[in-house]
């Protein structure tokens, strides 16, 4: 759980825990008269030099702009020019000028040295319109009569305590500033009387100063800054734009008061994110009373902030509390409503005031991870506010350089702060950033944790990973269960994500019984592969060879019962348990409809006699195995038990009757590679050629009669001294399949090659890189992952493009499949072994330039056309054949074409005039284009038809 921090919400330093005086340090960084450090801190804690002092008073004096200083022809201090406080000579020649500094003597300033409470006092007092001469702040009493003056002003206000002897921080600085801005200026009056002598005397007092003809005072602020004040809850942002609420009491000491019955005004065309101060009591300093141009936004010293999430919360009679503290509420709104009463906190989410929670709802929002800020508005003890940035944590489905899908929304690069390398099937965190009106996207961490305890609570479900509960996202419950290894995504508190990592059968207690031996002795096969003699219990089931039973170890005896007395949330047993299909030379895939996972435990059991084996494979190895060339094998298996992996329920545990052999080779295709050099046969049973892994050019050796050509596919087991072992091939359209791979992901992880389906390059995928060319040559390019710059050409703009890439999918086509093994060209973008679409590029070309583009393409072929049609000479269309059209053609142009039946034409563009011959052309009705109410032919994928017509199979002619 995060911890709680109490702060005065201001200008988020990195110690701004440290800051005492909140709002006079985030005022005097608004006016421009002090800053921060260059690290992000503030060092409230640091002492003010002298030489810094005299800038900041400059600058406040100016307005908050940097005055235009000069210095002396003979400086007036010895200590200043040519030392490292030279770039302050400026501000000291100003500041002595006004009377504000003086030196320390002997013709010294001391630049370095600390300025103390009283000094920096003095100064200010003077900048207020004060005469040091006349108000006895030079002399022996000088700081005796300086303290009481800034008393009397209010200099020391909020710093009761600070010794004014003493060298002054950055922190309290800030305050005296702030003070003397709001202070009011004074000037002197001087006034003749007569004496009771009869004679007359000058008196001469002073007065806080008066302007105009109203006699109005005015603050060194309003005097300097021109700056107005308005005082009210920041209840908006929106972009640029600010919001606050008014209480009469706010209206009251604020500057600009909203119209009659209105209690809201806005701000605009800030240039600083105050999103930190929603929901706080603040001061708008703006210039001239134009709410358009703001000097800056500041927290009042009334707020005590505290920071935690959602979740954490609890209702301890009726006081809110997280982290072992609890705090008061005063209720300030209606529950359930955005205006004034006694139910509800003022409530606040992403910029906006939404309907006010009570303690009980705070409480209750046990499956959130958003942020959550509380805050006492007015410093009475108690929490009147909250504010939420709602935290929303997604899996992304899909990911490209301009935009990803997350939780099924889609987010652009251009549109919204996405972090760099979000990929697919990364967890992303998604919140609203109010000042730039979009969303800030980060990535969310996955680690691999031991899924610890589980338990349901009234209204949630907990989950124990590490030693630490969580509550899971919606109140659902996950995949994983207690003992699990999972992948897991946890936010705020909050477990989104926790899914068992494929292939854990850790907590299964159920073994194969291969022999039975004398003294209630039995041999047991286990999941992990390994076997043991063990006691057998006799309390228990009696065992017999070649059959599974669940187990119980008391001591060193093993207790067996029935494997359909499975207790185990993670695994569910199978009741029929039929390997189907598995028969004849058919490799199993499935039990009982359900698939076998690649890193399912497959436990093999042989008998031959009295002679028992057992071996464990993985489910990989095993779908490799033909029933043929097993001996009396058994197509029902012995046990077999599904689990959820990666979403989806498989068998994950299997237990099969081989027979009377044990298999001593599977063709799992642990590896890929890419035949480069065609088979020649090197001996009575051997083929050697070579093959590229993706690395290296291998020449190998296989025992085979089958030949290996160029371009093949081939998967294997392993290469042991050159000859190449469990070798299967994969050729076009039997294994294989050709495409363009017309996007590729930025951070290579996926493709896709009809602009619909994504294809998933994984850690298991293997990328293979060649270059091929017209001779026939294929030569292996290494490198081992996919590149955007390895997407294929497109024609034109016609959609067609080169085929660039072989591939095998793990599964039948759709969206969202693993690849087993890609093959692209990088070189020449189009792979010269297989079929291309011909394209026809030129403006105007001629019957013969088309007439050779079809018989180029061959007979099941695609003929890109980007210019425009000759009026006749096209050859007839072949059954089978593509021609496309990507440019508007005259009507009768079209109606010239001829083709076979089955032949396909498409228009990507309505033809530039109405059909004029009818029956030519006709819309997916059978309406026809040329008919006595002619019309264009619609842009459309044609067929011809055998009555000698193109028919039309998405548009319609009305």
């Not at 006895?136 to 303290?147: K, Y």
């Not at 089978?880 to 009768?892: E, I, M, R, Y």
Request: proline share 1%.
């Amino acid at each position: 759980m995060l911890s709680v921090m109490v702060m005065g919400a201001g200008a988020a330093f990195s110690d701004q825990d440290k800051i005492e005086n909140t709002e006079a340090v985030d005022a005097c960084i608004a006016l421009n008269i002090i800053g921060g450090y260059e690290d992000g801190s503030y060092h409230p804690e640091r002492n003010i030099k002298r030489s810094e002092i005299t800038k900041m008073i400059c600058v406040a004096l100016n307005g908050g702009k940097e005055p235009n200083v000069g210095t002396n022809v003979t400086p007036t201090f010895s200590d200043v020019r040519g030392t490292s406080a030279a770039w302050a000579e400026g501000y000291i020649e100003s500041c002595v000028a006004q009377g504000i500094v003086s030196g320390v003597g002997g013709g010294r300033f001391s630049p370095n040295g600390n300025v103390t409470g009283t000094q920096l006092a003095k100064m200010l007092l003077v900048s207020l319109g004060y005469n040091a001469d006349t108000e006895g702040f030079v002399g022996n009493a000088w700081a005796t009569n300086v303290n009481v003056v800034a008393s009397q002003k209010g200099l020391y206000e909020g710093l009761e305590s600070m010794d004014t002897s003493a060298a002054i921080t950055r922190d309290n600085a800030s305050q005296m500033v702030w003070n003397a801005l709001n202070a009011y200026e004074v000037e002197y009056k001087t006034t003749i009387i007569t004496g009771e002598d009869g004679k007359l005397e000058t008196i001469v007092t002073v007065q806080d100063k008066v302007v105009g003809t109203t006699s109005d005072k005015i603050t060194l602020l309003k005097d300097k800054y021109n700056a107005w004040v308005n005082v009210g809850t920041l209840t908006g942002i929106s972009s640029n734009t600010i919001t606050i609420t008014m209480s009469d009491a706010d209206k009251a000491v604020s500057d600009l008061e909203p119209a009659s019955g209105v209690n809201t005004v806005s701000f605009s065309k800030l240039t600083t994110d105050y999103s930190n101060l929603l929901g706080q009591k603040v001061k708008v300093m703006f210039k001239d009373g134009k709410v358009n141009e703001v000097l800056g936004v500041y927290a009042t010293s009334d707020n005590t902030v505290y920071t935690t999430v959602a979740n954490a919360i609890d209702n301890d009679n009726g006081k809110i509390k997280f982290d072992d503290n609890s705090y008061s509420v005063e209720y300030t709104k209606v529950k359930g409503n955005t205006t004034n009463g006694t139910t509800g906190l003022a409530t606040y989410r992403d910029g906006e005031e939404v309907n006010a929670l009570d303690v009980t709802n705070l409480a209750n929002m046990n499956s959130s991870a958003d942020k959550v800020i509380l805050i006492d508005t007015n410093d009475n003890g108690k929490i009147d506010t909250v504010y939420f940035t709602t935290v929303t944590v997604a899996k992304v489905t899909y990911a490209s350089a301009s935009q990803i899908v997350a939780g099924g929304t889609t987010y652009k690069h251009a549109d919204e702060n996405i972090a760099d390398g979000i990929a697919k099937n990364d967890w992303v965190i998604i919140t609203e950033n109010a000042y730039n009106n979009n969303k800030d996207i980060a990535k969310a961490e996955m680690t691999k944790a031991t899924i610890q305890g589980y338990k349901d609570e009234t209204t949630y479900h907990q989950y124990r990973v590490d030693g630490t509960w969580y509550n899971t996202a919606d109140n659902k419950k996950l995949d994983a269960k207690a003992g699990d290894t999972a992948n897991v995504v946890l936010v705020n508190g909050i477990i989104f994500y926790a899914d068992k990592v494929s292939g854990t059968a850790d907590s299964l207690d159920v073994a194969l019984v291969v022999e039975v031996g004398s003294f209630n002795q039995a041999k047991l096969a286990f999941v992990d592969g390994t076997t043991k003699t063990v006691t057998i219990d006799t309390t228990g089931a009696t065992p017999n060879g070649g059959t599974v039973y669940c187990y119980e170890v008391d001591g060193d005896e093993y207790k067996l019962s029935a494997l359909t007395t499975l207790d185990n949330d993670d695994y569910t047993l199978l009741t029929t348990g039929t390997i189907d299909n598995w028969s004849s030379t058919a490799t199993p895939t499935t039990v009982d409809d359900k698939a076998i996972d690649d890193n399912a435990k497959v436990v093999l059991y042989t008998k031959n006699g009295t002679v028992a084996d057992s071996k464990l494979i993985t489910g990989k190895q095993f779908k490799t195995v033909k029933f043929n060339s097993l001996t009396s094998a058994n197509a029902t298996a012995l046990g077999a038990l599904t689990s959820t992996v990666a979403g989806i329920e498989k068998v994950s545990v299997l237990f099969v009757d081989a027979g009377t052999k044990m298999p001593d080779s599977f063709q799992s295709n642990a590896n890929y590679a890419y035949v480069v050099e065609s088979s020649y046969t090197s001996s009575s049973d051997y083929k050697t050629y070579s093959i590229f892994d993706g690395e290296k050019t291998i020449e190998v050796t296989e025992k085979t009669s089958a030949s290996r050509a160029v371009g093949d596919i081939i998967g294997y087991e392993s290469i042991e001294d050159g000859v190449i072992k469990d070798v299967t091939l994969y050729t076009a359209g039997a294994g294989y399949t050709v495409g363009a791979l017309r996007g590729i992901d930025a951070d290579g992880k996926g493709f896709t090659v009809d602009g619909k389906d994504h294809y998933n390059v994984t850690a298991d995928t293997k990328v293979i890189l060649i270059n091929s060319d017209d001779s026939g040559d294929q030569v292996g390019v290494p490198g081992n992952a996919l590149s955007a710059d390895y997407e294929a050409d497109e024609i034109g703009d016609s959609g067609y493009y080169y085929n660039n890439a072989k591939y095998i999918l793990d599964g039948a086509p759709g969206d969202d499949v693993d690849v087993k093994i890609v093959v692209v060209d990088v070189v020449n973008n189009k792979m010269a072994d297989v079929a291309q679409p011909v394209a026809v590029e030129t403006a105007n070309p001629s019957a013969t330039a088309i007439n050779d583009a079809l018989t180029a393409a061959g007979s099941n072929g695609t003929v890109v056309v980007t210019g425009t049609l000759p009026a006749s000479g096209v050859s007839q269309i072949g059954a089978g054949q593509t021609l496309v059209l990507t440019s508007a053609q005259k009507a009768a142009n079209l109606e010239a074409l001829t083709a076979a039946a089955n032949a396909t034409l498409v228009l990507q563009q309505a033809s530039t005039d109405d059909a004029t011959q009818e029956g030519k052309f006709k819309d997916k009705t059978e309406t026809d284009y040329g008919a006595v109410t002619a019309g264009k032919v619609k842009a459309d994928t044609y067929k011809y038809q055998s009555g000698n017509y193109w028919k039309g199979t998405t548009a319609t002619k009305s």
